[in-house]
Nanobody, 123 residues
Framework: QVQLVESGGGLVQAGGSLRLSCAAS????????MGWFRQAPGKEREFVAASRWNGGNTYYADSLEGRFTISRDNAKNTVYLQMNSLKPEDTAVYYCAAKNGDSSWLADEYDHWGQGTQVTVSS
């Protein structure tokens, strides 16, 4: 069983940066693929980024235009999402998730979810 706790969200002006962290409990964190998703008010949850257990096979949502980077430190049981050049449309609750097997952009394939962290980008 993996428990996930996100942190690092907050209020930032457009053009700014934030780095989200997702700390995982459990001895098998390094075997999980990790993903980041987000959900804006009134919208469905959408894929942001994902990486394989070894940090490879990364995927990103096309809409991000290269502004976000997913990384992980298996020694610290933590996955990160570096977000640069933030836009008001990036405002959402951001969730990290874990799954067995390879990374995926499909939310339904993830077995474990954090509680989310709010990111608000002001114009």
């Amino acid at each position: 069983q993996v428990q996930l706790v996100e942190s690092g969200g907050g209020l930032v002006q457009a053009g700014g940066s934030l780095r989200l962290s997702c700390a995982a409990s459990g001895r098998t964190f390094s075997s999980y693929a990790m993903g980041w998703f987000r959900q804006a008010p009134g919208k469905e949850r959408e894929f942001v980024a994902a990486s394989r257990w070894n940090g490879g096979n990364t995927y990103y949502a096309d809409s991000l235009e290269g502004r976000f980077t997913i990384s992980r430190d298996n020694a610290k049981n933590t996955v990160y999402l570096q977000m640069n050049s933030l836009k008001p449309e990036d405002t959402a609750v951001y969730y990290c998730a874990a799954k067995n097997g390879d990374s995926s952009w499909l939310a339904d394939e993830y077995d474990h979810w954090g509680q989310g962290t709010q990111v608000t980008v002001s114009s």
